[in-house]
């Protein structure tokens, strides 16, 4: 199982990325998913999840309202919209796959085994 992340960038504040990440080797349904991200000098934190049927959404309270996750399990890509960026949202940003299948999302990073390599995404103030 393989996740490629991408979309990062440089961005200005106030702007908006959509992340994307791809999925191989399993089919994503009846799995969540979920990404997380990691500043500099943190550790990699919990950022959003979604469940395998699409209709429950978490976030952390920093992004409620920004930034909205979703799937399309058809293209076994799960996604991140991110708007009103702002300098603190600068970091590595990971999408992760558990292996079970979960009804609920989980906040905790050690629910997930299969890992995007990172995607950064920088914004400037």
């Known amino acids: 199982v393989q996740l490629q992340a991408c979309g990062g960038g440089l961005v200005q504040a106030g702007g908006s990325l959509r992340l994307s990440c791809v999925v191989s080797?399993?089919?994503?349904?009846?799995?969540?998913m979920a990404w997380f991200r990691q500043a500099p000098g943190e550790e990699r934190k919990f950022l959003a999840g979604?469940?395998?049927?699409?209709?429950?959404?978490y976030y952390t309270d920093s992004v409620n309202g920004r930034f909205a996750i979703s799937r399309d399990d058809g293209k076994n890509t799960v996604y991140l919209q991110m708007n009103s960026l702002k300098p603190e949202d600068t970091a590595v940003y990971y999408c992760a796959l558990p292996n079970e299948r979960y009804a609920s999302v989980s906040r905790d990073e050690r629910a997930y085994d299969y890992w995007g390599q990172g995607t950064e995404v920088t914004v400037s103030s």
């Open positions: 080797g399993r089919p994503i349904t009846s799995y969540l």
């Open positions: 979604i469940t395998w049927t699409g209709n429950q959404r």
